[in-house]
């Protein structure tokens, strides 16, 4: 599903004129409106199907593209076999596993940082049987190390968030606190990223919504006499037995200045208000 263009890239908030790096110039130079990319919410290697237009500049397109591009070729490789994917022809070696990872709750909700934080680890294995009836064209398998990139995670499920957060309350509707997560400028990603041991469900859920077989809810959570956006995300939900995940997108209108310096004073990244 296409939404209207935004013009505007949802992670640094550079605009058409605005001054940047244009990787593929190799050259910083003033953006054009065609320079803008659009965004697949969630990636089209894993069925995704909504996209924000006009959506991400070319410096951020090229930093969320590395990191997706090492969960689409390698953790989520057996998954994406087992259950099925829109794209790519080249498949795993059947008879390896992959994984994904199982987080804490964002450390935001206890209200201390954490530095250190452990985290599980679920096993996934693609069936052969799965994959020969998904594809009907032959399909090229491939090995994989299988490995599990913690940070590529993090930031993954960051940014399918965040990309949630801005369909669902609009760019200015909400104060982020993911994209320094998303474009690797901060490595405390669980403040704000992580598990969801009671699922989609729970007390305050505003709105589930179906993204073919990915489900997400949205939540709006009072902290610190604030209210957070917090975003839920169940990937390949017709699958049994797969972790969900939250991240906390950001603060809504109407909360004190002041919350920022608390939660500064306590280790927080906040951005300016």
Request: aromatic share 10%.
């Amino acid at each position: 599903m296409h939404n209207p263009p935004l013009n505007q890239c949802i992670y640094c908030g550079a605009k058409p004129g605005d001054v940047a790096w244009v990787p593929k110039d190799k050259m910083t130079r003033a953006l054009l409106l065609e320079d803008f990319g659009r965004e697949h919410i969630v990636p089209e290697g894993l069925n995704g199907h909504e996209v924000l237009g006009k959506a991400s500049c070319p410096k951020c397109e090229s930093i969320t593209s590395d990191f997706e591009r090492v969960i689409m070729r390698d953790s989520a490789w057996a998954l994406r076999s087992t259950i099925g994917h829109k794209s790519g022809v080249k498949l795993p070696d059947t008879a390896a596993f992959g994984y994904l990872p199982i987080y804490n709750v964002p450390a935001i909700f206890s209200g201390q940082v954490e530095h250190n934080p452990t985290f599980g680890l679920l096993p996934i294995q693609a069936r052969r049987e799965d994959l020969r009836q998904m594809k009907k064209k032959a399909t090229e398998i491939r090995p994989s190390t299988f490995t599990l990139d913690k940070s590529a995670w993090f930031r993954f499920i960051a940014k399918i968030a965040h990309g949630l957060a801005v369909k669902r309350w609009g760019l200015g509707g909400f104060l982020p606190l993911l994209p320094p997560t998303i474009l690797g400028e901060r490595e405390d990603h669980w403040n704000y990223v992580g598990g969801c041991p009671e699922g989609l469900e729970g007390e305050g859920v505003h709105v589930i919504q179906s993204y073919g077989i990915h489900i997400h809810a949205f939540d709006q959570i009072s902290k610190e006499g604030a209210e957070f956006a917090l975003v839920k995300i169940r990937l390949f939900s017709n699958a049994k037995g797969l972790p969900t995940y939250q991240a906390v997108a950001g603060l809504l209108p109407g909360y004190d200045p002041l919350i920022l310096h608390e939660m500064y004073a306590r280790g927080f990244h906040v951005p300016a208000a």
